[in-house]
């Protein structure tokens, strides 16, 4: 590997503008994404046993990938966004669907009211946000008393920093180079002090492991106690806040 390599590139949020027309493209930068949700809801399906005519928040959508399978089980999803040309993608491909819409706004700043939401989504996001405890407090905010946050994240350690950045963005390239700052992963007991403060309790939180890729692109995933690189997690908000 160059030098060059193992320079620490910024968070750069522009890739899901200008690679937006690629988020359903079954080869190409978002390809892994679509693959995770599968696993990820075997784990969100724990806590909500129904979702059928919920009010779901798919915070920091992208192009509608979970939002899609949101509104398949049933849920009438708000797909939320800061990339204009990415949620153009996601509208364009719901064709119609009704029971999703889609608006551009800051994760830090819904245009929704308080405690309107049953469940918030929030996969593969958080680090990427300039303040996670300002995002999780709008995530409060807009759920419903004892309502769900669901979410997965990465690890700031060595070996997220080398499989994420080094490997996935600048050898393997199946992530494109500058879509993490390693400096904004999010620890998991960061995490657990940002969920307390904003209100949420309840929390569980299991390693996301990755150990291996099918032939089909599946994946296959166990949760377990190793957190070393990605972790999933669900809290509930407070009751009483
Ligand atoms: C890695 S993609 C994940 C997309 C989707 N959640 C999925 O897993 O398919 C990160 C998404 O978060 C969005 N995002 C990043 N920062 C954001 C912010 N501050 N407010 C709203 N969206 C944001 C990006 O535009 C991008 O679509």
Request: net charge positive.
């Given at each position: 590997?160059?030098t ?8 750069d949020?522009?890739i ?184 949420f309790?309840?929390?569980t ?37």
């Open positions: 590997m160059s060059k390599a193992l320079v620490v590139t910024p968070n949020l522009g899901y503008d200008r690679e937006a027309d690629h988020w359903w493209r079954p080869v190409g930068p978002f390809a892994t994404l679509r693959h995770l949700n599968p696993p990820r809801f075997r784990f969100f399906d724990r806590f909500i046993p129904s979702w059928t005519g919920l009010r779901v928040l798919d915070l920091g959508c992208g192009g509608g990938l979970t939002a899609e399978v949101l509104a398949a089980r049933g849920s009438c999803v708000i797909g939320v966004d800061r990339s204009l040309p990415s949620l153009r993608v996601a509208r364009r491909h719901a064709a119609g669907d009704l029971t999703i819409g889609y608006a551009g706004s800051d994760a830090g700043a819904l245009a929704l009211a308080d405690g309107s939401v049953d469940v918030v989504v929030c996969v593969d996001v958080l680090e990427h946000v300039p303040s996670v405890p300002q995002v999780l407090a709008e995530c409060a905010r807009v759920l419903k008393p004892g309502g769900w946050l669901l979410f997965d994240t990465i690890n700031r350690t060595w070996l997220a920093r080398m499989v994420v950045v080094w490997v996935l963005e600048h050898m393997v390239r199946t992530i494109p180079r500058g879509t993490h700052d390693w400096r904004m992963f999010i620890t998991p007991a960061e995490m657990r002090g940002h969920l307390d403060h904003a209100g309790t309840d929390l939180l299991r390693g996301f492991d990755v150990v291996g890729r099918r032939r089909d692109g599946s994946l296959d995933v166990h949760f377990n106690d190793n957190t070393a690189i990605t972790y999933i997690g669900a809290a509930r908000k407070l009751e009483t806040r």
